[in-house]
C-alpha cells in the first residue's frame, strides 16, 4: 500500500514513481519461505513483539505465515482474522454457517464436484475472481489442522510482484489486463441450481477507498474467457510464463504444518495434488474476506 499524498506508483504515466516504489519493493520481500514466518505463543492474545513481526511481513510481502501451536482449529481462523482487521467474511454457499469453510476431500455430496475438495492439483489463482464487483475477495486466511500425508504444498506471490516484473517487461501488459473485460468467468450453477450470471472485470485493478493493488485472476483453461485482443493474449502468457518459472526467487513454496496459517491480501497461490491418510486426512479452514488487512 502506499500513501494517498504520495505519486501513485501503479500510474502508467509515472514510471518515476513506479520506479522508486518497484525498486524498495523488491529490496524488501522475502526470498525464501522462512523468512514469511513468524512464531506464535497464543493465537488469542498476540504480543506486541509477535503482532509488530507478523506486520512487517505484510508490509513487505501483503502476507505472513504464524506457526502456532498445533491442536487448535477453527477459531483461531477468526480470532487472527479480527485481530488484523479482517471482519467481512464471505459467506458463500460451501462455506460452514460461521462463514468458514473446512478445505477436505470430500467423497460424496455437493462439496465432491470442486476441485478443493478432491486431492488434485489446484493452479494459479487469487480467490473470489468469479464474485461480482462489490464482492471482491481481498483478505484469505488458511489455517492448517492437519496436512496430507504427503504433497499439498502451496506456491505463493504477492501480486505487487506480479505487477512489477509484467511492467517491468512490458508496461502495455499492466495497461492490457487493467481493461474492464480483460477476464470473464461464463454463466454457471451454484447451490441449489441456482444460476451465476457471468462476471467479467480486470485482472489488475486499483481499490478506490484504500489506493492498493488488487488482482482478480486464475490459470484455469476451462470456464475462464480471456479478451481476444492481442495485448490482452500476451500479457496473459507473459504472467503464466513467470507463475510457471521454478527458478524465480519471487515465488515462494512450502507447506502448511498443523497450527500454522497463513494471513494474506489475497495473494496469488497454488496448490500441488496430495497423497492423504485415511487415519488423519489432510484438513484446513479457510476464511475469504471482503476486507484487506488493516494494521494498526
Avoid at 119 to 125: E, L, V
Avoid at 196 to 224: E, K
Avoid at 266 to 293: K, M, Q, W
Wanted: charged residues 20%; aromatic residues 8%.
Amino acid at each position: 500500500m502506499h500513501a494517498a499524498c504520495m505519486p501513485d506508483p501503479f500510474d502508467l504515466n509515472n514510471p518515476a514513481a513506479f520506479a522508486r516504489w518497484s525498486e524498495a519493493r523488491l529490496a524488501g520481500y522475502p526470498r525464501r519461505l522462512e523468512d514469511l514466518v513468524v512464531e506464535i505463543g497464543d493465537p488469542y492474545r498476540l504480543t506486541t513483539a509477535e503482532y509488530e513481526a507478523m506486520a512487517d511481513r505484510i508490509r513487505r510481502a501483503n502476507m505472513v505465515i504464524y506457526a502456532g501451536p498445533p491442536g487448535v482449529e477453527r477459531d483461531v481462523v477468526m480470532a487472527l482474522g479480527q485481530r488484523f482487521g479482517l471482519r467481512r467474511l464471505d459467506r458463500n454457499w460451501l462455506a460452514d454457517s460461521d462463514g468458514l469453510t473446512p478445505l477436505s476431500v470430500a467423497a460424496d455430496g455437493t462439496r465432491s464436484g470442486y476441485i478443493p475438495y478432491t486431492d488434485r492439483a489446484i493452479s494459479w489463482h487469487t480467490d473470489g475472481y468469479y464474485n461480482a464487483p462489490d464482492r471482491q475477495i481481498r483478505g484469505l486466511l488458511l489455517h492448517c489442522a492437519q496436512p496430507a500425508a504427503a504433497g499439498g504444498s502451496n506456491g505463493l506471490l504477492d501480486p505487487e510482484l506480479a505487477y512489477i516484473l509484467l511492467r517491468n517487461l512490458n508496461p502495455d501488459y499492466v495497461r492490457a489486463l487493467m481493461a474492464p473485460d480483460a477476464l470473464t468467468i461464463p454463466a454457471g450453477t451454484q447451490a441449489g441450481g441456482s444460476p451465476r450470471p457471468a462476471r467479467s472485470g480486470p485482472v489488475f485493478s486499483i481499490d478506490p477507498q484504500t489506493g492498493a493493488l488488487h488482482m482478480r485472476y486464475t490459470a484455469r483453461q476451462r470456464n475462464a474467457v480471456w479478451k481476444a485482443e492481442g495485448p490482452v493474449q500476451e500479457a496473459r502468457a507473459c504472467l503464466e510464463s513467470l507463475l510457471q518459472d521454478e527458478s524465480s526467487s519471487c515465488v515462494l513454496r512450502g507447506t502448511l504444518q498443523p497450527g500454522m496459517g497463513l494471513i494474506s491480501n489475497n495473494v496469488l497461490h497454488d496448490r500441488t495434488a496430495f497423497i492423504d491418510s485415511a487415519e488423519r486426512p489432510r484438513l484446513l479452514f479457510r476464511g475469504r474476506y471482503y476486507d484487506r488487512i488493516a494494521l494498526a
